[in-house]
């Protein structure tokens, strides 16, 4: 679906406004979402600087949804992003999050194709089985060294979590965004 034109330009002016190069008009946030969903790639720049202004535009437009009551993001996810950008694992949470979203992309079009041929389960199993192996690579890169995704937590005896509860902290939280993915796309 994505890439099926090439990417749509959105020029900010001076005033905020933002626009459209393809049809010469004026758009809002939502028409951006709405395109975003039809499938385009979008890229919105600032006509005076030439800064790229995509990634704050893309951020406003989840922050509006979720504030409608559209959640997608647990809190949980969103606190971790928060702690992310404080700690040791800032350089690996986007490249974490890149390829979990991409599994998750690759699974729902296999899964697409095959509901129009019959009706399956998502192979949850398989999709956990590439998360364990992604994760177990991260592990590998930075041996003895916790990946520190939130603080450590201490148990009744105060003793910290080791790195496995943290991993499977975060696999349940995946599998969480994909059963709300799942939920969304019904």
Known sequence: MP???KTLMIKRYASRRLYNTETSDYVT??????????????????????????????????????????SVLPIDILTDLVRSYTTQATSIVPQFLEMSFQML????????EKTSISKTEPDFEAIKAKQEDFLAAFAGDFGNR???LAPNKRNQKGEAHDKTEELEAIKNKLSDLQEQLD????
């Not at 202004?53 to 922050?63: E, F, N, P, S």
Request: glycine letters at 6%.
């Open 29 to 70: 946030l939502e028409d951006i979402a709405r395109f975003i969903h039809d499938g385009r790639d979008v890229r919105i720049l600032d006509l005076k600087s030439g800064d790229d202004l995509t990634r704050q535009y893309l951020l406003q437009i989840i922050a509006e949804h979720e504030s409608r009551g559209d």
């Open 183 to 186: 939920k969304l796309k019904n």
């Open 3 to 5: 890439g099926n034109k």
């Open 146 to 148: 916790p990946i520190a």
């Open 105 to 112: 992309t690759e699974r729902r079009e296999k899964l697409i």
